[in-house]
Every structure is written in C-alpha cells, then in structure tokens.
C-alpha cells in the first residue's frame, strides 16, 4: 500500500480542550490512485492500538493483493491515529514552536477526534461514500462513532471485538499500564523519547495478559522440558513482547492512546448509548469473540441488539482477544459475503 500525509490547513480543535495548527495525519491507501469514474469500492480500515495505517503489515493475511481485502480490486484506505507513533501528530511528534516533541502538552485525544481525523482524510480523498467500514478493538470503537457521526456516509461496517462504552474493567487495565510508564522515573523527565521506556515494556506486558487467554498461554507457552526448575518460557514471551513493542513505538505515544480508549461513550451527548446505536444507518455486522476476556461476548450482542438491522457472528478462538488478528479464515467466512455484496458481483481476482 502506498503512504500519504495530509496536513489540515487551519486549526483542529480536539474535543476535551486544545488546538493544533497544521495537523498531520498519515494515511495509506491502495496503490493505484482512485480517479473520477473509478469503479472501485471504498473499504476503510480502522486500526487498533499501537498498529500503523498500513494493514498489509499488521494484517497480512486478510490485507493485500490477491487476498480477502484485495488492494487491487477495492480502494482500500486506512488512517493513522493522531497520537500514535507512526507519523500523525501526537505527543512525540515535534512542536516547531518550541523545538522539541510536545511531550505532554500535546492536547488530550478522544475516539471522536480520532473519527475527525479519518473525516479530513475521507474529504481530502474526495470519498463520498464508503462502501464498507471495518474495525477491531478501538479500531472498532471509530468504527462505531463514525457511523453516528456521519450516518449518510457509511453503506456497511463490521464491528469486531469492541462494544458501546468503556468498562470499568478495560478502564482498570488501562490505568495499570499508565502507572507502570509513570513508575518509570524517566518517563516524566521529558528528555527524549526513550524516556519511560522500561515503563512502556512492563504496560506491554500488562497488555497481552488482557488479549490473551489461559488456554493460549497453555498452548504456546508451555514448558517443554518435564524437569525443568523454574518456569521461564512465558516470562521469557513477556519480556520479547515488551522490547518488540518498545522497539517500535514510544512510551509519550502509548500513554495518550490508553487513555484515549477511555474516552470511548458512544452515548455522550447523544442521550444515552441506546439511543445513540438505535440511530445508526449502516448495515452492521457486529463480531464476537467467545474467549474475548477483554470484550466479553455480551457486550457485541448488545450492540447488535440495539442496531436496527444488525447481524452478530461469533468466532471461536483459544487466543481472546487477539483472536480477531489471528482467526483471519473465520473472519474471511463473516466478511467475504459482504466483500461480494459491495461488488454486485463474485469477486474473482483473474476477471479483473
């Protein structure tokens, strides 16, 4: 997929306070340009927590060419979040006025931000329509809001792995990783974008423990030697994690993202979330996962309960809630048919 920058002339203002001039936001897109009379359908892509806007990367089995999402045959856009480390703008990007990162002066970011971030990029593109919209986690969060948002926009989104409002329980799993960045004595001393870095492995570590299951763990992790002394092959699997993410991102970045998610309330302002769902015009499939410890399954149904029209599909998987990045054959079984309901026709690749 091919990488892009917009940057928004003029002033965004962010939803709890603050404004920034000349945001930028980092986006991919399918390679070949979409053009006036293009016959290709829009498939948007929302992406989750620390991954990036190109879904080929962190998605490689269900993104690409010649795969379910087909980045030849469907205009495919997905959009980096502002507060990621991946481009956008966000505490680790460079404030000019000052001539370092903003650190902690970079404004706070909710869900809805997020979604108004995508909208620039949407009409910069020049998109009118989306034909299908497609999220998991906090990807399916925007997923979500932007089906209230901009309800004329949107023909059809999948929601995976997410639900209406944040529970106390995801929130509890978010201030834990916050307070193991901030027992980090380096992460506040702002010096350079290493700081917190220990912090940022530690809250990683936190972090999979939530997406994952007992069962996976059992399965992938398991000791293999009958006489060993001390169990170290796990320990060893949350020490990797947490570099390879500490190698990746940085601790600045992370922090506002976690507490973006706790921002995510469909309802505000909108008279309550069952209010805020009943209004939603888009054709909805709404994915669960039935060993989701993060999402428990119930709080899909409800969401599907309460869209006027919508769909619930259940996956089963012994990995939770990564299960919606790993259990890509049953997600191509949810999704395909709504692939060929966009197209009007079979989707075959060699026909093209």
Same mark, same amino acid.
């Given at each position: 997929?091919?990488?892009?920058?917009?940057?928004?002339?003029?002033?965004?203002?962010?939803?709890?306070?603050?404004i920034?001039?000349?945001?930028?936001?980092?986006?991919?897109?399918? /390679?070949?340009?979409?053009?006036?009379?293009?016959?290709?359908k829009?498939?948007?892509?929302?992406h989750?927590?620390?991954?990036?806007?190109?879904?080929?990367?962190?998605?490689?089995?269900?993104?690409?060419r010649?795969?379910?999402?087909?980045?030849?045959?469907?205009?495919?856009?997905?959009?980096?979040?502002p507060?990621?480390?991946?481009? @956008?703008s966000?505490?680790?990007?460079?404030?000019?006025?000052?001539?370092?990162?903003?650190?902690?002066?970079?404004?706070?970011i909710?869900?809805?931000?997020?979604?108004?971030?995508?909208?620039?990029?949407?009409?910069?593109?020049?998109?009118?329509?989306?034909?299908?919209?497609?999220?998991?986690?906090?990807?399916?969060?925007q997923?979500?809001?932007?089906?209230?948002?901009?309800?004329?926009?949107?023909?059809?989104?999948?929601?995976?792995?997410?639900?209406?409002?944040?529970t106390?329980?995801?929130?509890?799993?978010?201030?834990?990783?916050?307070?193991?960045? =901030?027992a980090?004595?380096?992460?506040? =001393?702002?010096?350079?974008?290493?700081?917190? =870095?220990?912090?940022?492995?530690?809250?990683?570590?936190?972090?999979?423990? @939530?997406?994952?299951?007992?069962?996976?763990?059992?399965?992938?992790?398991?000791?293999?030697?009958?006489?060993?002394?001390?169990?170290?092959?796990?320990?060893?699997?949350?020490?990797?994690?947490?570099?390879?993410?500490?190698?990746?991102? /940085?601790?600045?970045?992370?922090?506002?993202?976690?507490?973006?998610?706790?921002?995510?309330?469909?309802?505000?302002?909108?008279g309550? !979330?069952?209010?805020?769902?009943?209004?939603?015009?888009?054709?909805?499939?709404?994915?669960?996962?039935?060993? /989701?410890?993060?999402?428990? !399954?119930?709080?899909?149904?409800?969401?599907?309960?309460?869209?006027?029209?919508a769909?619930?599909?259940?996956?089963? @998987?012994?990995?939770?809630?990564?299960?919606?990045?790993?259990?890509?054959?049953?997600?191509?079984?949810?999704?395909?048919?709504?692939l060929?309901?966009?197209?009007?026709? =079979?989707?075959?690749?060699?026909?093209?």
């Amino acid at each position: 997929m091919k990488r892009s920058e917009y940057i928004h002339k003029g002033k965004f203002t962010f939803e709890a306070g603050g404004i920034i001039e000349g945001l930028h936001v980092v986006y991919h897109t399918s /390679d070949r340009d979409r053009t006036v009379g293009d016959g290709r359908k829009v498939v948007w892509i929302c992406h989750a927590l620390t991954a990036n806007s190109d879904p080929s990367d962190w998605w490689p089995e269900f993104v690409g060419r010649g795969k379910p999402i087909d980045t030849d045959w469907y205009f495919v856009v997905c959009v980096n979040m502002p507060g990621s480390a991946y481009g @956008s703008s966000g505490p680790s990007s460079v404030c000019h006025e000052i001539g370092r990162p903003y650190y902690f002066d970079f404004p706070k970011i909710t869900v809805r931000d997020i979604v108004n971030a995508n909208i620039l990029v949407r009409k910069h593109l020049g998109i009118g329509r989306i034909d299908l919209m497609i999220g998991g986690s906090i990807g399916g969060f925007q997923a979500l809001e932007w089906c209230i948002m901009e309800p004329d926009v949107i023909s059809r989104a999948v929601l995976i792995a997410c639900n209406a409002r944040v529970t106390p329980w995801l929130t509890a799993f978010n201030e834990s990783q916050r307070m193991a960045l =901030e027992a980090d004595p380096t992460f506040r =001393e702002c010096r350079s974008l290493k700081g917190g =870095e220990a912090g940022l492995k530690c809250a990683r570590s936190i972090a999979l423990i @939530s997406y994952r299951t007992y069962e996976g763990y059992g399965l992938t992790q398991s000791e293999q030697d009958t006489d060993t002394l001390w169990a170290g092959r796990a320990a060893s699997y949350q020490r990797y994690q947490g570099k390879k993410l500490a190698d990746r991102f /940085d601790a600045y970045s992370y922090y506002y993202l976690a507490n973006s998610v706790d921002s995510h309330n469909i309802g505000r302002g909108r008279g309550g !979330v069952r209010a805020a769902l009943s209004g939603i015009k888009a054709s909805c499939t709404v994915v669960g996962i039935d060993s /989701d410890r993060l999402f428990p !399954v119930d709080e899909q149904k409800f969401i599907a309960g309460n869209i006027p029209g919508a769909e619930y599909h259940e996956i089963t @998987s012994a990995f939770g809630h990564d299960g919606f990045l790993l259990e890509y054959g049953q997600l191509e079984e949810i999704v395909g048919p709504l692939l060929k309901e966009i197209d009007g026709t =079979e989707h075959n690749i060699e026909n093209k």
